[in-house]
């Protein structure tokens, strides 16, 4: 090793051996921009840490091999872990503690040779890590660095770019101490004719702006005329004003320093300390002026049926992750080339986003994806239908040779009937998967176990949905593609609709648990002092007597309910609400409402609906010529089959978030016990590298964690005042912010109707019941009509006890959708702004075949 492999900041001015991000910090420090001091390690640092690993390639060559492989993830993986898991040379560690001081705070970034670039800026691609307390936490923080390097995210950014890094140096920093954080460019990266700068900000550190934890203020300034303020969207409470003269003209003048220092508009991290002093992060060229564009289209649909609410830092830290993967393990498991597969890289990479707090999909990528696909017109079409989105962005397409083109279409086709062939040994691994996960990961034993353990399980997690998601994902695809082709195939056919003929499907998983539930009520209906206890008792007291001792009975039985369905609720994916295992009191109301219902029971609804089932195919094939109708009922088989199989993989996937809802909980006991955090809940609050490194002792002091926490909690609770539009429009890298929210014109009157997408069959008319979430089902009456913003598997437990269904968000195949077929009851769904246009105890009628819904006249 070279005998100074530390060199201060303000020296490493060669990009050639210290990176982009090095070189420009150096230059504005020596330009007396206000920027932290620091040390580098040059790029033949990491060059030595490979060899003493045994692994002596330069990185050029690494990912020239890599660019080979066939998964070059896969083997990026393995050097990324031996990295994390490596240690600094003893030398190296001398000299990091001869000049590191006591008691301050560090942060350790990348500086790539080519990040930062004109071309390609591998914005976000590496890791930075902050918080560093002392030397051994800087030493964990630059292999982390370097790990980063072989990264999914900076592996797939470089394949698609056909860029590779040349090598990593790294920096290390006094952390600013900072009030606020933001991001600045020097021009609107959205449109190169603009004459502002663009500012957006966030309250203490920038990290959670950059990766998107954040809806940023926003503040737009006058290039020639500093004073003017165009835009101030502070979404983001900070304690220093932007719109302050002094502060305001900091950022102007900052920003026309670093245009005539580098030669070029510039993205700029910046953030004030307390005493309102700039300090310059960092600062890179802006890789892309547009002139125009048509926007980014963003949508709710069926995603607001699994995530209702803003999310919280621990769900949102994966589940970009989680998208992403899933078409990604699609596209493979299909065969989709490999030209493809680097089209695709940044639309898969950006496949959802946080607005408000809550998750949507980018609908225009997503189309993106789909057309780059052989037959892609027709995936984008089925997946609207899919999921009751109803836009369809310009797609970009890819340009192949019509040969090849018609050989790969050949090729994905065999693969996709191979694939569906077997999509049920696929989903039955996926579920053993889930299975094992549940058994390790018992709440009830989740006490004994170590922190080691529990990161374990918190890492168990994430392989299964990082890494074998594809089983469930298939079981998804084949319901989206069947039901698409089924609809297709009875396209001009009068008289016959595809959704009767999925009417009272039997062996749903979903209906499970709801007729476990009632034949517990029937139960306790034949027991008279129970049906009065049900009848004429607040739920809390019933639970407190049942835990109590009293009715050993029934509280037996409701603990194998628990232990066997104690993960089925409503919101059960979002990680921050209850299990019923944790809160019974909206079972028993559930249980209570059930003993007071004299109608028919779940089972038996669902039974009566298999005759008008059966009448309806008979219907269908009648009118079908010979050869149609043979293909009809390969294909109505088919789609009854993908749509249990879908079912299913829901059900897994609720056990599994649950379970990853009681690991964490469990973790945060035990950081509560060491004095870290205040209350378990608070570990939801973390994203899952601060919670991994938190349960490992490493890398997060207990008083900046629970800052964190406490920023984000106020965060989360300021979200969910908001109210937000199911769809929008917004350019390229812009949030939505409360200026854009759509407002609806009051109840409709006696000569509106709204429409919808029919998702069961039938006509009926009744009083509506306008409920906006299902623990207020006790107010509904067997003869109303629900009228909901969205629904999820844990509403099956009412529908059978209503007579019609309207329903603001999702598609045919919603889970929505598909219980209201199991019980036949005429459903509309994707009923824009139907809990507002809507009033309560309003009689309406709902026509499920036609998609209508209106007031009906006295």
Known sequence: MSTSPLISLTQATASNRYGGKAANLARLLNAGVNSASGLVLGVEVLQEQLTRLQMANPVESIFETLSKAEEPCVQAARIQQTLLESQLSPGLMVALKAVLGDGVIYAVRSSALGEDGTESSFAGQFDSVLDCHSTDAVARAVCRVWASLFGERAVRYALHRRCWPQGMAVVIQQQVDAVVSGVMFTRDPRNSTSNELLVEYCAGLGEQLVSGWVSPGRVRIDRDQSSLVVEVTPDTPVAIDLAKPEIRTALWETALTLEELFEGPQDVEWSLDSAGHLHVLQT???????????????????????????????????????????FRGLGQAFGISKQRLIAMEHALDNLVGCHGGRLYYNLSNIHTVLHLAPGGPWLARFFNQFTGASEFPVPKRIRQSRPRQVMEIFLVAFRVVWRYLYVQQGLKAFEQRVDDYAAASEPGQLANKSPEQLVGLLRGFLAIRLQHWTGAALADTAAMVCYGVLNALLRGQSGVNANNLLKGLPGLASAAPVERLWDLSRELRGDPDLLDLFLNTPAESILARLNGGEFPALYRALKRYFNTWGFRSSGELMLSRPTPREDPLPVIRLLQSYAAFNG???????????????????????????????????????????????????????????????????????????????????????????????????????????????????????????????????????????????????????????????????????????????????????????????????????????????????????HGAIIAREYGIPAVVGVRDATVLIGDGQHIFVDGDQGRVGHVRD
Not at 734 to 750: F, K, N, R, T
């Open 284 to 326: 890179r060229p802006i890789t892309a002026m547009s002139e125009s564009g048509p926007g980014v289209v963003w949508t709710n649909a069926n995603i607001a049926e699994n995530f209702p609410e803003p999310i919280c830092p621990l769900l949102r830290s994966f589940v970009g992750l989680g998208y992403a993967a899933y």
């Open 600 to 814: 028919k029971g779940p089972a038996e609804t669902s039974r009566a609906q298999a005759e008008a089932r059966e009448n309806a195919t008979c219907e269908a094939r009648r009118r079908l010529g010979l050869l149609r109708r043979a293909v009809f009922q390969l294909v109505l088989r088919a789609t009854q089959g993908a749509i249990r199989l879908r079912e299913r993989a829901r059900m897994k996937q609720a056990l599994l978030y649950t379970r990853l809802r009681h690991v964490a909980l469990a973790l945060g006991e035990v950081l509560v016990v060491r004095g870290v955090l205040s209350q378990p809940e608070d570990l939801l609050y973390l994203d899952m590298d601060e919670a991994i490194a938190l349960g490992e002792g490493t890398d997060l002091r207990a008083t900046d964690a629970q800052q964190r926490v406490t920023d984000r909690r106020a965060e989360l609770s300021a979200y969910m005042t908001l109210s937000l539009p199911d769809s929008f429009v917004l350019p390229e890298g812009e949030s939505w912010h409360a200026g854009l929210a759509v407002m609806s014109d009051g109840i409709i009157d006696v000569t509106d109707v709204l429409t919808g997408d029919g998702a069961c069959g039938g006509h009926v008319r009744g009083p509506a019941a306008v409920v906006m979430d299902v623990t207020e089902i006790d107010r509904i009456q067997p003869d109303q009509i629900l009228v909901t913003r969205q629904t999820d598997p844990g509403w099956a437990a009412v529908f059978f006890m209503v007579k019609g269904l309207v329903i603001e968000r999702g598609g045919l195949l919603s």
